[in-house]
């Protein structure tokens, strides 16, 4: 009997190691695998996020949607510019809202993984929302065909001192359904990728909802209090409260 020095490795990791070959090139079995995981890649970024369901997902919270001044996915994809801008009349829309002094404003962007933000926002929207009593909660702005740097213009016309971002990372051929969280203290037009927070990697494999919302609460909390964010702002989120949930296991 041979044995796999790869076999413990392969078991700990979602990455392709220890392929084999037949010939010049992978065994049949492996290159159908990566063809399956290119394809489900392909599927995330082409797909479409359902918005009528996740506003009826989010209730009784209040939704908004807007979409960005690109038209379409393909020009979405060709133009990352106009996917960081509303169409004028969503920023209509965020204009005719009744001005509150909102502390946090949330923005689910479909991004780049529709699976990720149909899959995992809404829950992560309620385990951030729980931890963060008290705050005044501007309607969460439902956003199509839309960029990381939306929400600055998001926020800004909504004037809230946060914007929270929920968006579909680029997906990989280990993970097509990837969610990332981006925050921005006075989100405003013309804000720096550094001037952001960002969790990544929320998915069944990766960060649960518990952990990556007790360290989305503690960094808005920090951000509030310190008057920013992005690398000034660094991560420091008590360990002994987020290592409670390691040892969980949390259906997704």
């Known amino acids: ?99 509150q002094p909102w502390d946090i404003v949330f923005v689910i962007a479909d991004g780049l993984s529709a699976g990720a933000v149909q899959t995992h926002a809404v829950p992560m929207i309620r385990a951030c929302v729980a931890r963060l009593s008290g705050w005044r909660i501007a309607p969460i702005v439902l956003a199509e065909q839309a960029r990381v740097a939306l929400g600055d213009e998001v926020g800004e016309i909504l004037g809230a001192q946060l914007c929270l971002l929920l968006v579909g990372e680029r997906p990989g051929l280990s993970v097509p359904a990837s969610l990332g969280l981006y925050m921005t203290f006075k989100p405003r037009l013309g804000r720096r990728d550094s001037e952001r927070n960002c969790l990544s990697n929320i998915h069944a494999d990766g960060q649960m909802y518990a952990v990556a919302a007790d360290k989305a609460a503690w960094l808005a909390r920090e951000a509030v209090r310190l008057r920013l964010s992005g690398v000034d702002l660094k991560e420091n989120a008590p360990t002994e409260a987020l290592a409670a949930h390691t040892i969980k296991t949390i259906k997704l």
């Open 1 to 99: 009997m041979t044995v796999d020095p790869w076999e413990t490795l392969r078991k700990t990791t979602r990455a392709r190691i220890g392929l084999g070959r037949a010939g010049d090139s992978l065994p049949t079995a492996e290159l159908l695998k990566f063809q399956l995981a290119h394809a489900r890649a392909r599927d995330a970024v082409h797909g479409a996020v359902d918005f009528t369901a996740l506003a009826t997902d989010l209730a009784p919270l209040e939704t908004l949607k807007v979409r960005s001044q690109a038209t379409d996915r393909s020009i979405y994809l060709r133009r990352p510019d106009l996917g960081r801008r509303l169409h004028s009349d969503s920023a209509a829309l965020l204009a005719n809202v009744p001005p």
